[in-house]
């Protein structure tokens, strides 16, 4: 297999170019060959493989970089710092009505749209009655593209890339403006293209078209590579990591100042680790946890143990003192207690366990320790847990 | 290449775009032009130009006008040519250099399809013009149609970086124009700012296609040398700014 695309250490970075003086000098500086001031980082130090036949989905938050990437891909921007290397026809779809005059109709449209693409006068008119027909906007297609709607607009876009038939596709965010029917008929296009050996990169914040159209994913995050992999891996990380985002923003208003009196709990061990890192478990697996609680009066203490969804829903909670469970004296001064969470019923995705140090009588909350847990799989279904479940 | 021509095509009609008679206006544009320049300096200022006794005002005027309208139309459109197809760049790839080329090429097509009429009426209006004169035009035109790229180049890849540059270049070639000999010829002048007149460029090619057409001197020589250097050395200038500025375009519109 060959690599049709390479990326290797890219970067770009933007001057500032508010002032006109910022404007003159590296004017001046570019004609004497120097390199221009540039303080804005965009994209840093990307490297980035695709071979043919690959379908990679990128992923990020709005200003990670993906569409810049896209754009240093096609080689529509020049990357500051690095190389990138394309082996074979790719068509991009990076911006909606990109490429089209507003003033001109969509058939004239279509036929620059296509020299673009470097597509002959001649492939271009046999091509023409396909290209409309796959558009399917009707007499619109006679009209200037300003009079047009955004869906229609992306319509001719998506059927321009769809004649063309590139070995590389790139579409950025822009399924997501045509209607129902037409994401369908494109989803299914993409299919059908994908499953003749074409490569497909795509970028969306639709992790249902991610991973039904994608089998590997990136994810971007300010500017760098986070994450590289299997499309359900990365997607289930970065949506746990919108779901810890948007918990921590609310948690900010509202946390407590925990007493560092009294009890607390000292170590914790998720299946013999006892690093602070996530642990990282297939679905259907089983969890082996311990923790010892600080006691300064040397009677025991209890301990409590939560698991919520990374957003912050609470999935499942129990304490020692509700399961009448013994703790393990390990010294004057720590206690131990054990459990096994057996086959997890939880459903890919981020997680966190909380362990709360508790007094004696298992009334009041003393420390709170969290530990993260991510749960991988490519299952589909949707919540939190799986049921158990048959069809008839 | 395909490209180009596509690009080249839309310049040309985009100027007719919505005009009810099309193309026509290539043919009118110059025929009223000329009729304005003979009303005004042969019958209201009755104007005496050395040099254009025996072959009249409007042929001494006709002969080099439409080189000049070549040049500095070309320049100003193609200033803000890379800027103009700002939302195409950012966009999609494509090389800025061709649609600078691409924008004067069009401009040029035009008033050569002009000159072209113009020269047809002039003939068929009584001027005696030599016809081996005629198939040296092309040559004269090839040089500065390569003076004019490498001009427009250079212009549009600076407009990027400082637009006020369309502005200035407007008002300089309306100075221009009275610094270079179309409508009056050289010898008319003193004799220091005849000499000094040397050093524009454009002096050249009116004077030069007045001797080609209307005198006959069909000869080549060390001026024509001289301005084909020029030409070649403007060309190089405008490219070598263009192709070290273009990269960085992008972060500039």
Request: hydrophobic share 50%; glycine share 8%; proline share 3%.
């Amino acid at each position: 297999m060959t690599a049709l695309v390479q990326m290797q250490g890219v970067a770009k970075r933007y001057p500032l170019v508010h002032r006109k003086a910022d404007r003159m000098r590296a004017l001046v500086r570019l004609l004497f060959g120097l390199k221009g001031e540039q303080n804005i980082t965009v994209l840093e130090d990307v490297t980035l493989s695709i071979r043919a036949g690959e379908s990679l989905g990128i992923i990020g938050e709005n200003g990670a970089g993906k569409s810049t990437l896209l754009k240093v891909l096609t080689g529509v921007l020049h990357p500051s710092s690095g190389t990138v290397a394309v082996h074979g026809s790719l068509a991009a779809l990076l911006e909606l009505g990109a490429g089209f005059h507003p003033e001109y109709t969509g058939r004239q449209n279509i036929a620059t749209a296509a020299a673009l693409m470097g597509m002959s006068t001649s492939d271009t008119a046999q091509k023409i009655d396909e290209i409309i027909e796959f558009a399917d906007i009707g007499r619109y297609i006679d009209e200037p593209i300003k009079h047009y709607s955004t869906g229609m607009v992306v319509r001719l876009g998506f059927a321009i890339v769809a004649a063309r038939k590139p070995q590389l596709l790139i579409t950025d965010e822009v399924l997501a403006v045509g209607d129902e029917s037409f994401q369908k008929k494109c989803v299914r296009w993409i299919e059908e293209y994908l499953s003749g050996g074409g490569t497909l990169l795509l970028v969306s914040h639709s992790m249902y078209h991610v991973q039904k159209l994608c089998k590997h994913a990136l994810w971007m995050h300010q500017g760098r590579v986070r994450a590289y992999g299997d499309v359900f891996e990365v997607t289930q990380d970065y949506l746990a990591y919108h779901e810890r985002k948007t918990a921590k923003e609310a948690e900010a208003e509202k946390r407590v100042p925990v007493s560092t009196e009294g009890y607390r709990v000292e170590s914790i061990w998720l299946n013999g680790r006892s690093e602070e890192l996530p642990l990282v478990l297939p679905e259907g697996r089983g969890l082996e946890i311990s923790a010892e609680v600080y006691t300064p009066d040397a009677r025991i203490p209890h301990i409590a143990i939560g698991l919520i969804r990374a957003d912050g829903t609470a999935v499942y909670g129990t304490s020692s003192e509700i399961d009448k469970a013994l703790a393990t004296r390990v010294s004057d001064t720590m206690v131990r207690y054990s459990l096994r969470l057996d086959a997890l019923p939880l459903l890919p995705g981020g997680y966190t366990l909380r362990f709360h140090a508790m007094d004696p009588e298992g009334l009041r909350v003393f420390d709170t320790q969290t530990r993260d847990l991510v749960i991988r799989g490519d299952c589909r279904e949707f919540g939190l847990v799986r049921l158990s479940h048959q069809w008839h | 290449m395909a490209l180009f021509w596509h690009f080249l095509l839309r310049d040309i009609r985009s100027r007719y775009l919505g005009s009810l008679t099309g193309l026509l206006w290539a043919v009118l544009h110059p025929a009223l032009q000329l009729l304005l320049y003979a009303t005004v300096f042969q019958h209201i200022f009755k104007a005496r130009v050395v040099g254009a006794e025996s072959h009249g005002f409007v042929a001494f005027v006709g002969v080099g006008f439409w080189a000049w309208v070549l040049f500095a139309e070309s320049s100003s459109r193609a200033t803000t040519a890379v800027l103009d197809q700002a939302a195409l760049i950012g966009k999609v790839k494509l090389s800025a250099q061709m649609l600078v080329t691409a924008s004067v090429c069009g401009t040029a097509a035009v008033h050569l399809f002009g000159y072209t009429v113009a020269l047809i009426i002039l003939a068929a209006s009584g001027t005696a013009m030599h016809w081996q004169g005629a198939l040296l035009v092309p040559l004269v035109i090839a040089m500065l149609l390569l003076l004019t790229l490498g001009f427009a180049y250079l212009l549009s890849a600076i407009q990027v970086f400082i637009r006020d540059l369309a502005q200035i270049i407007s008002q300089v070639l309306a100075f221009w124009f009275f610094l270079t000999p179309v409508v009056y010829s050289r010898e008319m002048l003193p004799a220091f700012a005849r000499e000094w007149m040397a050093w524009n460029p454009l002096t050249y090619y009116p004077e030069r296609l007045r001797q080609l057409l209307l005198d006959g001197e069909l000869a080549f020589g060390a001026a024509d040398a001289y301005a084909l250097l020029i030409a070649f050395l403007v060309f190089a200038i405008g490219t070598f700014a263009f192709r070290r500025l273009q990269r960085h375009f992008e972060d500039f519109l």
